[in-house]
């Protein structure tokens, strides 16, 4: 099915006023191992690099939380 010029306008606007975009650049080789681990997860790349990032902001908000006492 072919998309027409319409469509993906409207889907560039759409993902503008909703999507921030980052550009995240690996070493040759690395986006195929990246690529692997989100398919082994059932996860779209996009979707394994956005709760890595998530995960990995909570581990470090819990280690610099005050003990509680």
Avoid: F
């Avoid at 606007?13 to 681990?37: C, H, M, N, T």
């Avoid at 059932?42 to 005050?66: D, T």
Wanted: hydrophobic share 40%.
């Amino acid at each position: 099915m072919t998309v027409s010029k319409a469509q993906i306008k409207a889907t560039t606007k759409y993902e503008a006023s909703k999507y921030d975009k980052i550009l995240v650049r690996l070493p040759k080789g690395e986006r195929a191992e990246v690529q692997a681990a989100a398919d082994a997860a059932g996860e779209s790349l996009n979707a394994y690099i956005v709760g890595a990032v998530k995960q990995r902001m909570e581990q470090e908000a819990k280690e610099h939380r005050p003990a509680e006492e």
